[in-house]
């Protein structure tokens, strides 16, 4: 996380208006048509308020009266993740754990200058809180959901959205429902090197607030040196609080990255599905549902084989709290070797449109697993995939593609293909399947 301030770019920012327009990158968002919307705010020169400008984008299932919760999906620190949030909203694994508990799905995109003190949004007592709420609001005017303002988060974030996310946690506990933290968490003590950088306190409302930590072996786990060295002390440091004041909380350590995402969204999707479960009301309005605790799993740090609560012999307030076995056993396979496996097809492709020799389609992502790539059969034989090669730098290939924050890569993939070999004159009959990341097909 670079937290460096450099007083300069930030008065020339602060002062000049022109500045406060978007600029590229942050000028190049996917359109927001509905069912997607969006505001943006100018940055603030007021004592307190959001220093930088922001933009939150959010997609509402179409299946929905009124919305039960928003999932938020918040990126890190520095001009290419900002950038990467614009299309978080987009993202059609994370809409598909979204549609399954009528929640809508909301990402920010500060527009944060690179070099600039990322606390002064990811910290939410410096402004993004206020702003975060204000774009609830009028996002839910907007849609037509005005619930949006009032109904529980879910919140992931990714490093200093971890830190956003967290602290977001602990300001407004009755308000969430679960919070997973990637690669960043809030500070809990007082840094003398970093005195801008407040701690927290930790109210007793948060203690049921189930959490799960989440970050890669070599931000300091096996790699004690590097950027991101500091990632599991600080990890450690939290879960040490909050697990001794009796917190749900965990951590789950990929095997294999650094900072980058890479698997964690198997696991991530899987946990607040389970959690959102368990703890969205039925009726909009009422209270969050207290976590279950009675099926919890403990396992000790740096392990890899949970038991069941009644059976661990360790100190428990010093243990990763699971809260089920399936979930137990998902959280076991992600710290072996984050292959989460998935024995269920990928919903099946709708409204296939054929004009000419243009086909389109619509299809969910596997909840389970996502999107890999669609098969095109033309008379019941295979002439393509969409797209040819999926492609992922940082974990299983995905139909639309992986940027660094957990997100999707622009342009936005489309489901969209030409038949360049179909035979003039001739009537041809098309299927559309779609294929999960583990290889499963759809009907």
Same mark, same amino acid.
């Given at each position: %996380? ?6 300069? =770019?930030l ?43 922001v933009?939150?984008?959010?997609? =509402? ?9 928003? =999932? ?17 909203a ?6 598909? !754990? ?41 996002l ?42 990637r690669?960043?968490?809030? !500070? %809990? ?22 959490? %799960? ?18 990632? /599991?002390p ?30 964690q969204?198997?696991f ?22 207290? %976590? ?12 890899t ?11 428990p ?6 809260p ?18 998935d024995t ?6 709708v ?5 000419g020799?243009? !086909?389109? /389609? ?11 790539q669609? =098969? ?57 399947i ?10």
């Open positions: %996380m670079n937290t460096r301030l450099f007083p300069t =770019i008065a020339i920012f602060l002062l000049t208006p022109a500045l406060r327009a978007q600029q590229p990158p942050y000028d190049q968002a996917p359109a927001a048509e509905p069912p997607y919307y969006r505001v943006r705010y100018d940055a603030s020169t007021k004592p307190g308020e959001l220093i930088y400008p933009q939150y984008t959010v997609w =509402i299932p179409s299946n929905v009266d009124t919305l039960r919760g928003v =999932i938020v999906h918040q990126h890190g620190c520095g001009e290419g993740s900002c950038k990467s949030g614009q299309t978080g987009f993202d059609l694994h994370w809409q598909a !754990l979204a549609k399954k508990h009528g929640c809508a799905l909301l990402s920010p995109s500060y527009e944060q200058p690179q070099e600039a003190d990322c606390q002064m949004w990811c910290d939410p007592r410096n402004g993004s809180d206020a702003a975060f709420q204000r774009a609830l609001a009028e839910g005017t907007q849609c037509g959901h005005p619930e949006l303002a009032t109904v529980p988060w879910a919140l992931w974030g990714h490093s200093g959205g971890g830190h956003w996310c967290g602290g977001m946690t602990l300001l407004h506990p009755d308000r969430v429902a679960a919070t997973l933290l690669s960043g968490v809030p !500070l %809990m003590t007082a840094n003398p090197d970093r005195p801008t950088i407040k701690p927290y306190s930790v109210p007793d409302a948060a203690i049921s607030v189930p959490i %799960m930590c989440n970050l890669g072996t070599k931000e300091g786990v096996t790699v004690k040196e590097g950027r991101f060295a500091g990632a /599991w600080a990890n450690e440091a939290f879960f040490t609080v909050m697990r001794g004041k009796g917190a749900l909380i965990g951590i789950a350590v990929d095997p294999f990255t650094a900072h980058e995402c890479g698997n969204r198997y991530s999707i899987a946990w607040l599905d389970h959690c959102l479960g368990a703890r969205l009301p039925e009726k909009a309005g009422d209270p969050l549902k207290p %976590m279950p605790t009675d099926g919890a799993w403990l396992a000790a740090l740096l392990t084989e949970p038991k069941p609560a009644a059976q661990f012999d360790g100190d307030k010093k243990a990763i709290w699971l089920s076995e399936a979930i137990a056993k998902q959280w076991s396979q992600y710290v072996t070797d984050t292959a989460i496996g269920t097809p990928p919903p099946a492709p409204n296939l449109q054929v004009k020799n243009e !086909l389109t /389609w619509e299809a969910d992502a596997d909840l389970e697993s996502g999107l890999a669609f =098969i095109i059969e033309r008379d019941g034989k295979a002439i393509a995939s969409v797209p040819e090669e999926p492609k992922n730098p940082f974990g299983r290939p995905l139909f639309q593609g992986l940027q660094y924050s957990d997100t999707p890569v622009v342009p936005l993939a489309t489901m969209h293909y030409t038949d360049t070999t179909a035979e003039a004159g001739k009537t041809h009959q098309y299927r559309v779609a294929v999960n990341t583990v290889g499963l097909k759809s009907e």
